[in-house]
């Protein structure tokens, strides 16, 4: 079982709301993901981190943004939430020297944006 | 373009019986490939890593192959189990980049009936 959390597990909310998804891993990896995850569809990158303070957008264009303060803290925030929004997120880690390093997925969070 | 394509998109099976999934990419340059198990409403678990020279690799009663002439990998079942339940993830990794950018398939959706 993989040492990487994710709160909170669902969450309904109206639009417009602010939200921050909390990502946090005690395995001390320096490289970590967000990736957005759709029923039946593939995970698509929307933001990485290489260690503290290094941020990059993903393959996915996301109108959401991530800080990366703490090694073991990396959340992912939407200033205004719609219901284009409503997706699963997962959180993920890996090694940081090694490129074929498994990634460890943390449980995800379902959102629901009405 | 780069891409994951697995097949079949769901599948059905008794518990007991074999079953094998496929998975065919035109991803390129190519590193590894990795097959993921996701439980509902988990992250996604790797099961299998294989590089361009290894034909095949077991994890229990899980045995992945690898043709990376044909570009095509198959990830065979053995006895299934009621916890074999899953969606089933092809995940190929290139070498285009430090970061080891990865291609994800949809998934195979399995269900083991009793």
Same mark, same amino acid.
């Given at each position: ?11 309904? +909310?109206? *639009? ?7 990502? %946090?891993?005690?395995?001390? @990896?320096?490289?970590? /993901? ?34 990366? +303060?703490? *090694? ?7 200033? %205004?939430?719609?219901?284009? @929004?409503?997706?699963? /997120? ?25 | ?114």
């Amino acid at each position: 079982e993989a040492d990487i959390y994710q709160t909170p597990r669902y969450l309904v +909310i109206g *639009t417009g709301k602010k939200i921050t998804l909390e990502c %946090s891993q005690t395995m001390g @990896h320096d490289k970590m /993901y967000w990736y957005q995850q759709d029923p039946g569809m593939e995970l698509h990158l929307i933001h990485y981190s290489y260690g503290v303070n290094s941020t990059e957008k993903g393959d996915l264009s996301s109108e959401s943004t991530v800080s990366r +303060i703490r *090694t073991e803290h990396f959340p992912l925030t939407l200033e %205004s939430a719609r219901p284009s @929004h409503t997706s699963q /997120y997962l959180c993920a880690s890996s090694e940081p020297l090694d490129s074929s390093a498994a990634q460890y997925f943390g449980p995800g969070t379902r959102l629901l944006v009405l | 373009k780069n891409q994951v394509e697995q097949s079949p998109q769901s599948l059905i099976i008794l518990e007991g019986k074999n079953c094998t999934l496929q998975c065919n990419y035109t991803v390129s340059p190519f590193s590894n490939l990795r097959w993921y198990k996701q439980d509902t409403g988990r992250g996604p678990v790797s099961l299998t890593i294989m590089t361009f020279s290894e034909n095949t690799k077991s994890n229990g009663r899980y045995t992945a192959t690898l043709d990376a002439d044909t570009k095509q990998s198959s990830l065979h079942i053995t006895a299934s189990q009621l916890s074999d339940s899953a969606s089933y993830i092809c995940v190929v990794s290139d070498r285009g980049s430090t970061l080891g950018r990865l291609y994800f398939g949809r998934g195979t959706q399995l269900t083991v009936w009793p």
